[in-house]
């Protein structure tokens, strides 16, 4: 499933001038914060930090639909390479008997040469 972002995955900083950064917060070996927006204006900022949040909670809603789809995609992708598997078995049981078959037939053809051949050293 998708990982759902903590609400503080984007936050407003003030550095301490009038205009106010808008940051994403970067997760991995460390907490980093990236700035994505600047405004100067408290309420827009405001507004676009929930905008991304509300933005954010559509993202997963459309991706855990589509983790559920690839996860049956996955299950039928098992299920024919199985079967894939099974008739390869099959082929290659069938190509021993058509061998075998073309080593009796070569056998036969061999002694029916030699046959002739004493049938017309007795003639």
Known sequence: MAKELPEEFFTMLAPGTKKISIC????????RMVQIALCTNETVADHIVQGLHLRQKEVVKIDRPLEREIE????????????????SGKL??????VGRLNEELR????ERDAAQARARETA
């Not at 994403?24 to 907490?31: A, C, I, V, Y």
């Not at 290659?92 to 008997?97: F, L």
């Not at 056998?107 to 061999?110: G, I, K, Q, T, Y």
Request: hydrophobic content about 30%.
């Open 24 to 31: 994403q917060r970067r997760l991995g070996t460390r907490d």
């Open 72 to 87: 049956i995609l996955r299950a039928a992708s098992a299920r024919e390479r199985a079967r894939a598997d099974e008739l």
């Open 92 to 97: 290659r049981d069938e190509q021993r008997t």
């Open 107 to 110: 056998r036969a053809h061999l």
